[in-house]
C-alpha cells in the first residue's frame, strides 16, 4: 500500500475538512523528528499543520504542579478512540490555543482539550513497540500530558495535514461527496447571496433533482434539497437530524420522531456536523 496516497480513511478526510485542514496534502514526511516539528510548525504559530493520529489511542492529562508524584490528573481519554490530532489555531482570535481534538466522525463521543500555547513544549518519547509523546502547558494554564498514539498495519500513525482556507473547504467537500457517491456534479452556480450550488445526478430513480448548496467563506451550512419522484417516509430521514446543528424537513414540516410522507427533503447541517451531510447524501444515492 502507498502510505503517500493512502492517508486516512474516506470519512476523516470529510472530517478534516471542516477542521481546517487538507486531506490531499498529507504526508508522513517530517514525522521522523516529532519533537522538532511540532516546535517549529505548531507552538506559536496560527493555523498551524494537524499531526493526525489516523487510528487513535489514548491520552491522559494532569494538572502540573513543581514537586514531581504529586500531580493530580485533570483528565483522560479512554482507549479505542476515533482518529484525533493536535495543532494550534486562531482563525477567529488573535489568542494561539494549542488543541488536541478527536475527528468528529460522529462514531465516538467528541472530545476537545485546548490550551494557550505560549510557553509549552512536546517531547517524544520511545520504548520497545511503542512511542509516546509528552506536552507540557504553559503560560495562562498549567498542564501536562501524554499522548500514546495507537498503530495500523493499513495507515500511518503519525500524519501530517496542511491547514486549508476556509474559502476552498466548501469545493473540496462537494468534490469528495462525489466521488464516494458516484455523482455527476454540475459547474457551481454563484448566487448574489453568496450561496455556491451545484446540481448533482444520481442513479437512485426516485431522485428526480438533487441540489447542493453552501456560503464557501463562512460558517454556515451544508444545504441538501431532494425532490423525489415518488413518496418518501420521514422516518428514513430520521438519523440525519440533530436538534441543534441539523434540521431536515419534508414538505415544508420538520421530521422530528413524526411519521408521514412527502416528496420534497430540504436539509439544513452545521458544516461542523458534516458527517450526517455526508451520510444523507450517501443514503438518496443508493
Given at each position: 500500500m502507498d502510505l503517500e496516497r493512502i492517508m486516512m480513511l474516506p470519512k476523516h478526510e470529510l472530517a478534516l475538512i471542516y477542521m481546517g485542514f487538507d486531506p490531499d496534502k498529507a504526508t508522513t514526511k517530517g514525522t521522523d523528528d516529532i519533537p522538532e516539528f511540532v516546535t517549529s510548525e505548531i507552538f506559536g504559530k496560527k493555523n498551524s499543520p494537524m499531526l493526525m493520529f489516523n487510528?487513535?489511542?489514548?491520552?491522559?492529562?494532569?494538572?502540573g504542579v513543581d514537586e514531581p508524584g504529586k500531580k493530580s490528573q485533570f483528565g483522560s481519554w479512554p482507549g479505542s478512540l476515533s482518529a484525533f490530532g493536535i495543532y494550534t489555531a486562531g482563525e477567529y482570535s488573535d489568542e494561539l490555543n494549542f488543541y488536541?481534538?478527536?475527528?468528529?466522525?460522529?462514531?465516538a463521543p467528541k472530545i476537545d482539550y485546548w490550551f494557550f500555547s505560549e510557553g509549552s513544549n512536546i517531547r517524544m518519547s520511545e520504548a520497545k513497540?511503542?512511542?509516546t509523546f509528552d506536552f507540557a502547558i504553559r503560560g495562562a494554564c498549567?498542564?501536562?500530558g501524554t499522548i500514546w498514539p495507537f498503530s495500523s498495519k493499513e495507515l500511518p500513525s503519525e500524519v501530517i495535514v496542511p491547514y486549508l482556507p476556509i474559502e476552498e473547504r466548501d469545493a473540496k467537500y462537494w468534490?469528495?461527496?462525489?466521488?464516494?457517491?458516484?455523482l455527476d456534479l454540475s459547474e457551481p452556480e454563484e448566487n448574489k447571496d453568496g450561496t455556491v450550488s451545484y446540481t448533482a445526478l444520481c442513479t437512485n430513480p426516485n431522485v428526480d433533482t438533487l441540489r447542493l448548496s453552501s456560503v464557501p467563506r463562512y460558517s454556515s451550512k451544508l444545504v441538501i434539497e431532494v425532490e423525489f419522484n415518488e413518496p418518501v417516509n420521514s422516518k428514513e430521514f430520521a438519523g440525519f437530524q440533530n436538534i441543534f446543528n441539523g434540521s431536515v424537513i419534508l414538505d415544508g414540516?420538520?421530521?422530528?420522531n413524526r411519521d408521514?410522507?412527502?416528496t420534497r427533503i430540504h436539509a439544513e447541517i452545521d458544516k461542523c456536523m458534516n458527517y450526517l451531510a455526508t451520510g444523507l447524501i450517501e443514503y438518496i444515492s443508493k
Open positions: 487510528s487513535g489511542g489514548d491520552i491522559k492529562i494532569r494538572e488536541i481534538r478527536t475527528i468528529d466522525t460522529g462514531e513497540g511503542f512511542t498549567n498542564y501536562d468534490g469528495k461527496i462525489v466521488d464516494m457517491n458516484t414540516e420538520y421530521i422530528g408521514f410522507t412527502g
